[in-house]
């Protein structure tokens, strides 16, 4: 008997926006490789994502270890944007003394 060896390409692809999530489902590559960077192993990933199969977890590891520059550098520009969202946001809706104003509201007679 042989054995018929078949090459399988990650399962990921970008959405719309530009997010790359692994295929049919939400969980971006983002949060595949930052769970692993942190130690969890894939059935750990596998464990806090239930819509993810054991062997996808495992193609899309394989691939960020053989394309680790690209998918770092796609990282560091997620981040930056997720930096240019937050100072945006804090902008517009400035976080410092939040707390404060809230209590007064709240404390405030209806």
């Known amino acids: 008997m042989t054995l018929a060896i078949a090459l399988e390409s990650a399962p990921i692809e970008t959405d719309a926006h530009g997010v790359v999530r692994v295929a ?22 596998g464990e806090q994502y239930s819509s993810l199969q054991l062997p996808d977890i495992y193609l899309v590891i394989g691939y960020y270890l053989r394309h680790r520059d690209e998918v770092n550098a796609y990282l560091a520009e997620r981040q930056r944007q997720a930096n240019i969202i937050q100072q945006e946001a804090e902008q517009r809706f400035n976080p410092i003394g939040i707390r404060d104003r809230l209590m007064a509201r709240q404390s405030q007679p209806k």
């Open 24 to 45: 049919k489902t939400r969980v971006t590559l983002d949060t595949i490789v930052t769970a692993f960077l942190e130690g969890c192993t894939p059935e750990e990933i």
